[in-house]
């Protein structure tokens, strides 16, 4: 079964950076999924932040290109997220996801984590 | 980038009744090899969401017979034949045919 697992700080302060890490089990990094970061702010609906291919291929929402960065540790069977200068409009339970390639479809997420930006 | 719309924001439904929920794009989600790049997703109570419907109709391992999914282009309807009391929890649509992906807003069903 498939499995993964977001860690990292729970609070950040303002103009800090946001930095989460994704475990996977179940599946390796390496296969041909694509390995996603989706947000969601409280009481509001759900925001895809990017993905990450095993090549190193990676698309970013444009809305957040320029401070965010996701990246892949192939010899921890992990991925990452760093969102740089947050604001508390970056607070929100951030996901990690999977999307096999060409499935078109994400079908395995995280449980999420809140990360809250304030001072 | 596609905007998703859901209209309502809550849907109250009594047990064994049917719901129907709406999403609408702002652009076609129907694909040239014929598929619509459109997927359900019901996130419970205090949990992750789960793939329930994807590329417009076709349900997910697991998921009860009692969901299906229709509509093409640019306005698509998630159906609960009879709902039940575990099928609470907030209704998500997201368009894959075009990044940034997006999702809508979600509608919240309620059990009555």
């Known amino acids: 079964q498939v499995r993964l697992q977001e860690s990292g700080p729970g609070l950040v302060k303002p103009s800090g950076t946001l930095s989460l890490t994704c475990a996977v089990s179940g599946d390796s990094i390496n296969n041909n999924n694509w390995w996603t970061w989706v947000r969601q702010p409280p009481e509001k609906g759900l925001e895809w932040i990017g993905e990450?291919?095993?090549?190193?291929?990676?698309t970013y929402n444009p809305s957040l290109t320029g401070r965010v960065t996701i990246s892949l540790d192939k010899s921890k069977n992990q991925f990452s997220l760093k969102l740089n200068s947050v604001t508390a409009a970056d607070t929100a339970v951030y996901y990690c996801a999977r999307k096999p390639y060409a499935s078109n479809r994400i079908d395995f997420w995280g449980q999420g984590t809140l990360v809250t930006v304030s001072s | 980038d596609i905007v998703m719309t859901q209209p309502p924001l809550s849907l109250p439904v009594s047990p064994g009744e049917p719901a129907s929920i709406s999403c609408r794009s702002s652009?076609?989600?129907?694909?040239?090899?014929?598929?619509?790049?459109l997927n359900w997703y019901l996130q419970k109570p205090g949990q992750s969401p789960q793939l329930l419907i994807y590329?417009?109709?076709n349900r997910a391992s697991g998921v009860p017979d009692r969901f299906s999914g229709s509509g093409s282009g640019t306005d698509f309807t998630l159906i609960i034949s009879r709902v039940e009391a575990e099928d609470v929890g907030i209704y998500h649509c997201m368009q894959v045919i075009q990044t940034p992906f997006t999702f809508g807003q979600g509608t919240k069903l309620e059990i009555k």
């Open positions: 652009q076609s989600l129907l694909h040239s090899n014929g598929y619509n790049y």
């Open positions: 990450i291919f095993p090549s190193g291929r990676i």
């Open positions: 590329l417009g109709s």
